[in-house]
């Protein structure tokens, strides 16, 4: 008759082989990084691909202020119909998004020699500012006698799809400033350059 500790250290075997199969595999797994460079790929695109997308989106509002003061600078004078044309143009760079939430305004600004505040002479949009009334502008742009082509845009951007952010909306506003290019400054409803 044969020992039955023989037929335990036969089953025993195959198991240790496993177990040391198993030992090798993890470590020559814990040292393959292969793969690497693909998973963070991964794991790095759908955030860049937000941020890129969001900042083309967002960037709209301040790319339509400053077409409204560039267009309106490149002007000796202006009228109705021009500033509604540059008001048009403004509103087609938002294309595909809806242009009825858009509010802009275009100003022009004296900037007082002795006081150095800037003063509206004349403003055309969906707000216009007072005639005489004042405007705060950096400390660069307070040089006495200029004038400045200062431009407002305020738009609801409602996005398309509402994962990232809310469906209700966001309030974007930006503005803009340029000096005149052509003259001193842009004529509107007037002859001369007004100094007051």
């Known amino acids: 008759m044969k020992p039955r500790a023989n037929k335990s250290a036969k089953s025993s075997k195959p198991l240790t082989g496993t177990w040391h ?5 993890v470590r020559e797994l814990s040292g393959d990084n292969s793969g690497l460079a693909a998973v963070e790929f991964a ?30 600078s490149q002007n000796i004078s202006v009228t109705d119909t021009q500033l509604a044309n540059f008001r048009n143009a403004g509103a087609g760079i938002m294309t595909p998004y809806d242009a009825t939430p858009i509010k802009s305004t275009i100003t022009e600004l004296f900037v007082d020699p002795t006081t150095k505040v800037a003063r509206v002479q004349w403003s055309k949009g ?25 431009s407002e845009v305020s738009y ?8 990232v952010m809310t469906k209700a909306g966001i ?21 001369v350059c007004t100094t007051t």
């Open 21 to 25: 199969r198993m030992r090798r595999s």
């Open 156 to 163: 609801k951007y409602v996005p398309s799809i509402g994962y």
């Open 126 to 150: 969906d707000a216009p500012r007072g005639a005489g009334s004042t405007v705060a502008i950096p400390a660069a742009l307070q040089v006495g006698g200029t004038y400045l082509i200062y």
């Open 43 to 72: 794991m790095i695109v759908p955030l860049m691909l937000v941020l890129f997308f969001g900042r083309v989106e967002f960037s709209s509002a301040t790319v339509m202020a400053r077409t409204l003061s560039d267009l309106t």
């Open 171 to 191: 309030d974007m506003s930006d503005f803009n400033y340029t000096r005149p290019r052509q003259s001193l400054c842009v004529m509107y409803n007037t002859a």
